[in-house]
């Protein structure tokens, strides 16, 4: 069965701190992986996908993930933190053919600043 | 172009009513799908559709019903709400399902 784990529950950052968020996910076939980030009040919005290529994807608001099929991971990553980059993030995969997606359980993040 | 768009934002249900949450995309996408998201779960997925008169189960349709006579409308029924359906509900389309999907702003919908 896929699925897909988020270690961290709650991550808080000063702004301008870099940040490394863990997606790893479990499925034995080709997958794509996706970003959403929700902030406060808001619906899910797309940082980012990888479908193949280039492991290393960019997105939105300067954010950039990377797939290592090695370790089954898709780390989000951002060097400098906002204060607007408070939100939830939630990780996804794709792994069937109806494009049903799915999701981590989210990581919520806190700028302070 | 309007994207995803959900009627109501918030609802109050007493145990034992029903209700339908609408949703609609006017971005002519095939594929629609209704996720719940629980806090600290993350979403899981309700029902989804591949196009006009065709349905399927996600991962927790009890309790739930769905059906698509249009491409653009894709109504998520709850017949006899239960608390455990105290959740915000949201609903997605694409154009394929191997394409990205967008979201609509969710139903908040509380069950007393």
């Known amino acids: 069965a896929q699925s897909v784990s988020q270690h961290n529950h709650h991550v808080i950052l000063s702004e301008a701190a870099s940040l490394e968020l863990g997606c790893n996910y479990s499925y034995g076939g080709t997958v794509n992986l996706f970003w959403y980030v929700q902030y406060p009040g808001q619906h899910l919005q797309l940082l980012l996908k990888?479908?193949?290529?280039?492991?290393l994807v960019k997105g939105i608001k300067g954010f950039e993930a990377e797939f290592i099929k090695s370790k089954f991971s898709f780390n989000l990553r951002k060097p400098s933190v906002q204060w607007s980059d408070t939100a939830e993030y939630f990780c996804a995969i794709r792994g069937g053919s109806q494009g049903n997606l799915i999701f981590g359980k989210g990581t919520k993040l806190s700028v302070k600043p | 172009n309007a994207g995803v768009t959900q009627t109501p934002k918030f609802r109050i249900l007493k145990i034992g009513q029903s209700m339908t949450l609408q949703c609609a995309q006017d971005?002519?996408?095939?594929?629609m799908y209704w996720y719940r998201q629980d806090p600290g779960m993350g979403l899981k997925l309700i029902y989804y559709?591949?196009?006009?008169?065709?349905?399927d189960k996600g991962e927790v349709p009890n309790g739930y019903n769905v059906s698509r006579s249009t491409t653009e409308d894709f109504p998520l029924r709850l017949e006899l709400a239960a608390p455990s359906q105290t959740s915000v509900y949201f609903c997605?389309?694409?154009?394929?399902?191997?394409?990205?999907?967008?979201f609509g702003p969710g139903t908040r919908l509380l069950v007393l």
């Open positions: 997605a389309s694409s154009y394929l399902g191997v394409e990205t999907q967008y």
């Open positions: 990888y479908f193949s290529g280039d492991p």
């Open positions: 971005m002519n996408h095939n594929y």
């Open positions: 559709s591949v196009g006009a008169g065709i349905t």
